[in-house]
């Protein structure tokens, strides 16, 4: 299988596009430059945090754990730092309740017996609180 990489110009007609299609969601063009910069997968970018930010005079990294659990960093340009800053808040992530989590995957399995199962479990958390 012959590997392909993505010429200058299509890196930023990609850019591109998510300015013109979602000018709205600044998200969405900032994710896909940490995404060229980081060479990252999806779960390593989206679960990135404040708190993996690392700098090193004047330069920008993050501090992520990859596949495996290897520790790598990467780069980003001060530009790009400076734009993810501006829309940084200071509001905490939404935390997910495992249970919670765990009875929304069976439901979607339509695994019964684990819904059953969980169902009790939450009712005694409920219960408990």
Same mark, same amino acid.
């Given at each position: #299988?012959?590997?392909? &990489?993505?010429?200058?110009?299509?890196? %930023?007609?990609?850019?591109? $596009?998510?300015?013109?299609?979602?000018?709205?969601?600044?998200?969405?063009?900032?994710?896909?430059?940490?995404? $060229?910069?980081?060479?990252?997968?999806?779960?390593?970018?989206?679960?990135?945090?404040?708190?993996?930010?690392?700098?090193?005079?004047?330069?920008?990294?993050?501090? *992520?754990?990859?596949?495996? #659990? %290897?520790?790598?960093? $990467?780069?980003?340009?001060?530009?790009?730092?400076?734009?993810?800053?501006? %829309?940084?808040?200071?509001?905490?992530?939404?935390? %997910?309740?495992?249970?919670?989590?765990? #009875?929304? #995957?069976?439901?979607?399995?339509?695994?019964?017996?684990? *819904?059953?199962?969980?169902?009790?479990?939450? &009712?005694?958390?409920?219960?408990?609180?």
């Amino acid at each position: #299988m012959l590997l392909r &990489h993505f010429t200058d110009a299509e890196l %930023i007609s990609i850019i591109e $596009f998510f300015e013109k299609s979602y000018p709205e969601v600044a998200t969405a063009r900032l994710a896909a430059q940490v995404f $060229f910069w980081s060479c990252a997968r999806r779960k390593e970018i989206s679960s990135l945090k404040w708190d993996s930010l690392r700098l090193v005079g004047d330069e920008v990294h993050f501090d *992520v754990v990859g596949k495996w #659990m %290897i520790r790598k960093w $990467f780069r980003v340009p001060s530009k790009l730092y400076e734009e993810l800053l501006s %829309i940084k808040t200071s509001s905490p992530p939404e935390t %997910i309740d495992p249970l919670r989590a765990a #009875m929304d #995957m069976a439901l979607a399995r339509e695994d019964w017996l684990e *819904v059953k199962r969980l169902g009790q479990e939450l &009712h005694l958390q409920d219960q408990a609180s």
